[in-house]
């Protein structure tokens, strides 16, 4: 069985500030985790996935996550928040040889100017 | 373009009428999924569907029903039955089967009861 705990159903920072959004999760089989982000009345858009390749994992629009294992952890960043950054994101799991994702309850990201 | 259709965006339904909402792909996906998003509660899967004329359940199939008569169509019919339907739903499709395969969404449809 596998579960998404995200930390923070809101977040807030400011426009070049360091973003940083919590991930962890539980899986008893290696683990396949991926961002998405959501922006109002639209559907989801992949950033990032891991995939048990490299550990720190780039995504699109600077994004970037580092798989830890020993810390169960998927944590998102971004270096400089960019007011088109405000959205929700949404951190889901799958583990190996299983066939269905399953989300975290999202965080709402809002930039301030 | 290469994606995924939902229609119609918005949707109104009167208590205890059935409603179909329309998940079309044009990516050669084998794999088909219906998700139901309420605040605050991220993604449920209602149905998933890995191959033309199968499909199986996910976390909340209760009062929803689909087909997969066609490879590039996954149509969700919310019947009577389902007590709280006033949700956005939204349809994805992957590849394959394969715990790696990205799932790519449609826009969604906001289906609110009256």
């Known amino acids: 069985a596998q579960s998404v705990t995200q930390l923070g159903s809101h977040v807030s920072v400011s426009e070049g500030a360091l973003v940083l959004l919590r991930c962890n999760y539980s899986s008893s089989v290696p683990p396949y985790l991926f961002w998405y982000v959501q922006y109002p009345n639209q559907g989801l858009q992949l950033l990032l996935k891991y995939t048990s390749a490299a550990t720190l994992v780039k995504g699109i629009n600077d994004f970037e996550a580092e798989f830890k294992k020993s810390e169960t952890s998927f944590h998102l960043t971004k270096p400089s928040a960019h007011m088109s950054d405000a959205a929700e994101y949404f951190c889901?799991?799958?583990?190996?040889?299983?066939?269905?994702?399953?989300f975290g309850q999202g965080t709402r990201l809002t930039i301030n100017p | 373009d290469g994606g995924i259709t939902q229609s119609p965006k918005y949707l109104f339904r009167k208590e205890g009428q059935n409603v179909t909402l329309s998940c079309e792909q044009n990516l050669n996906h084998d794999a088909m999924y219906w998700y139901r998003q309420d605040p605050g509660q991220g993604l449920r899967l209602i149905y998933y569907s890995q191959i033309v004329n199968d499909f199986q359940k996910g976390d909340i199939a209760e009062g929803y029903s689909v087909s997969r008569e066609k490879k590039e169509s996954f149509p969700l019919t919310v019947t009577s039955a389902q007590k709280n339907p006033t949700a956005f739903y939204l349809c994805a499709s992957s590849m394959g089967q394969s715990s790696t395969d990205t799932q790519y969404f449609g826009p969604g449809t906001r289906l609110t009861v009256l």
């Open positions: 889901a799991v799958n583990g190996q040889g299983a066939q269905k994702l399953v």
